[in-house]
């Protein structure tokens, strides 16, 4: 059983530990939750973890892309609906870079590489450095330095030096044409 803002999901643990190696050591290895067969989950909200359960149980990116329209669809606020989708795709990557699940990981990389745009460039990048999501970072990091103009002038780049300094540097690095290593 999952817990989820404190709502009971039964679960088939076969099933989690077979495609999450975090799931399987919490639940096969000597943690509380192997013990008591409740994994409690306090940093991912339910419509995003059904999603996320959905996409293990039948390893299709359909379900996770449909879950994507119906979050965007039904959220309020005065927000277009790229910064909504972008919003969505972020969550659904920080849920599958926690559980390990590298194709969603991946799925989601690829979403928010179309996604990219100047006010929101900065935010998906920070991300995607604190994931380790490379693919996304470098079509940040080049977004960035084909725009950079723009961006340099957006509350997000603006803040990063304070925010996320590493960010800062690699973008400077990125510019300047130094190669990572």
């Known amino acids: 059983m999952c817990v989820v803002e ?8 076969v099933i989690l530990c077979a495609r999450s190696e975090v799931f399987k050591a919490q639940l096969l290895g000597g943690m509380r ?28 990116l359909s379900h996770v892309e449909d879950w994507t329209k119906i979050v ?16 969505v795709l972020q969550r ?15 799925w989601c990389e690829q979403q928010l590489c179309e996604c990219i745009d100047i006010d929101g460039v900065c935010g998906v990048l920070c991300q995607a450095h604190l994931y380790e999501a ?11 330095k084909a725009t950079r103009a723009a961006v340099a002038v957006t509350a997000g780049f603006i803040n990063l030096s304070e925010e996320c300094p590493a960010v800062q540097l690699k973008i400077n690095l990125h510019i300047a044409g130094v190669p990572e290593d």
């Open 134 to 144: 490379k693919e996304l970072e470098s079509a940040c990091l080049n977004f960035v």
């Open 6 to 13: 404190e709502q009971e999901l039964h679960v088939h643990s």
């Open 72 to 87: 965007i669809a039904e959220s309020e606020g005065d927000a277009p609906p790229q910064r909504k989708r972008i919003a």
């Open 33 to 60: 939750e192997a013990a008591d067969k409740r994994i409690v989950v306090e940093d991912i909200a339910l419509v995003t973890f059904q999603a996320l359960l959905k996409f293990l149980y039948t390893d299709d």
């Open 92 to 106: 659904m990557l920080a849920a599958s870079h926690k559980y390990q699940l590298a194709r969603l990981r991946l």
